[in-house]
């Protein structure tokens, strides 16, 4: 099976669940609270360790708290990780309501894009076959690197906002595309644009309305959830959904398939309150996979 390398993104979260999200008024409510890992490089990474894929994550923290609390979750789970040094570890502020609705706050001052070695990163896209490129600022200044070296990269937008430019390089250099319908109402005329542009695969989620891909070669293809999962906390869903269906995308299976198991660990992981869920295995999404489809 390919080597994957996960670029960016990685944080030490609060997560607050409320009744329902802030509407702008002034007013004191209650919720209930924890602190996880979060972020969508420690997500993917943690779902294909899970799956069995070989893969690295190269991510950002300082030596801080936050910091060391990350590296010793990571280890902790197998995950393979390098990491460039930054003053503060990231830091966000989940505000959560109970259909999966999320805000999301980050807490950290802005700061300048940290410099990371250049030199160790060109060898570890050098020694993996997909580049996962996370849209985190500082992985840019990397895509000339990965292109120059001729690797399959997939990347996912999230909540892609159209004609915003920040997510153009992104867009440009990646073979595969995912992201949210949340700011895209007209995603299947995206959908279109980006295949007649030469990407090999786009596919959108749409939370607890499902999925759809398209591909170069085939029709478009819809997958709806997996109803039976309990919503405990929706964060990490996406990143795992990801994860499912690379995972099936690097055993061969077609891209109707590969929905089906990113529906599967997506929908296994809204049921936990980490980004992925402990009963996650290769046995696991075959199992759900029979029971399913």
């Not at 893969?55 to 923290?61: D, K, Q, R, S, V």
């Not at 786009?202 to 819809?222: E, S």
Request: proline residues 5%; hydrophobic residues 40%.
């Amino acid at each position: 099976m390919k080597k994957v390398l996960v670029l960016g993104g990685v944080s030490y979260d609060e997560i607050i669940r409320l009744d329902r999200l802030p509407d702008g008024s002034s007013r004191t409510v209650f919720g209930t609270g924890w602190r996880a890992v979060g972020s969508t490089g420690a997500g993917k990474s943690l779902n294909l360790t899970k799956l069995g894929v070989a893969n690295t994550l190269h991510a950002t923290i300082g030596d801080d708290p936050d910091g060391r609390a990350i590296r010793a979750f990571l280890e902790a789970r197998g995950v393979i990780a390098i990491y460039d040094d930054v003053p503060v570890t990231d830091h966000h502020v989940n505000l959560m309501d109970g259909e999966g609705n999320r805000l999301s706050i980050f807490t950290v001052p802005e700061r300048k894009i940290p410099a990371v070695d250049i030199a160790r990163l060109e060898q570890l896209i050098a020694s993996h076959d997909v580049i996962v490129l996370n849209i985190i600022p500082y992985t840019k200044q990397l895509i000339p690197l990965i292109m120059k070296q001729k690797k399959e990269i997939w990347t996912d937008l999230h909540d892609y906002v159209p004609g915003n430019p920040y997510y153009d390089d992104f867009i440009a250099a990646s073979e595969v595309i995912f992201l949210s319908s949340d700011q895209t109402p007209d995603h299947l005329r995206l959908m279109d644009e980006w295949i007649a542009a030469g990407k090999r695969a786009v596919i959108v989620t749409h939370g607890k309305n499902g999925a759809a891909a398209k591909t170069a070669d085939g029709p478009m293809l819809y997958e709806p959830i997996i109803n039976t999962y309990q919503l405990v906390d929706a964060n990490g869903a996406g990143d795992a959904f990801f994860a499912g269906f690379l995972y099936g995308y690097l055993l061969g299976e077609p891209i109707s398939k590969c929905l089906c198991y990113g529906t599967i660990a997506g929908g296994v992981t809204v049921s936990s309150r980490e980004l992925v869920a402990e009963e996650l295995s290769p046995e696991y999404i075959e199992t759900m996979y029979r029971l399913n489809y």
